[in-house]
């Protein structure tokens, strides 16, 4: 049986739990009236009671726990690393947040949304004067963010979200004024 991508396997409309190493590999599942075995070729991977109920969710705390930690080890750096390519003094404040004790997580996601809404450079000069000013809060990096974003008179920025249909998020600017103008009757 083939293991999804979430670290389950089907089986009798349950849905049971392994290890995340072994998400879209192959198992083979053996299964009583009392339990469902999973190994990997003479390997045992996983070992639940049977559940004759039905769409019930078999899961194990070890694999739950393993698959948070994985899920924790792929998401992390990729943003900690785009804030380290792109904003300079980036590692001085993750230094500070780690001696307040701050969730690392949390601070990279806020921080990734300034990125996108104000810019690299923009927010690079933030993070230097948080530094100087010796803080450490989220909130007082976004507002001056946004100090500097009125100093400088940039547009507001607005998060947009569209949803995944959408193919074309530009709107291509024409004259307005064709509106105005009444329809021409056709015989």
């Known amino acids: 049986m083939q293991v999804d991508k979430t ?13 995340p190493e072994y998400v879209g590999t192959s198992l083979t599942l ?14 045992s991977v996983a070992r639940h009671d ?17 698959l948070l930690a994985h899920k924790r080890e792929a998401q992390e750096p990729k943003g900690r690393d785009l804030l380290r390519a792109t ?11 780690v001696d307040v004790g701050r969730n690392l997580g949390s601070m990279t996601a806020r921080t990734l949304k300034l990125l996108d809404l104000y810019g690299a450079q923009l927010l690079g000069a933030a ?13 007082a990096l976004a507002s001056l963010c946004e100090q500097r974003r009125c100093a400088l008179r940039a547009p507001v920025p607005i998060d947009v979200r569209l949803a ?23 015989n």
């Open 127 to 139: 993070v230097q004067e948080v530094l100087e000013r010796g803080l450490h809060d989220p909130g």
């Open 7 to 19: 670290a389950f396997i089907r089986f009798d409309t349950n849905s049971y739990s392994v290890m």
């Open 164 to 186: 995944d249909h959408v193919r074309d998020r530009d709107v291509i600017p024409h004259d307005l004024e064709t509106y105005d103008e009444k329809p021409r009757r056709r």
């Open 87 to 97: 904003v300079p003094g980036i590692d001085a404040l993750y230094e500070r947040w």
């Open 50 to 66: 049977r559940c004759w109920g039905r769409r019930q969710v078999i899961e194990a705390p070890e694999h739950r726990e393993a």
């Open 30 to 43: 053996a299964a009583d009236d009392l339990q469902v075995r999973l190994s990997d070729g003479s390997t």
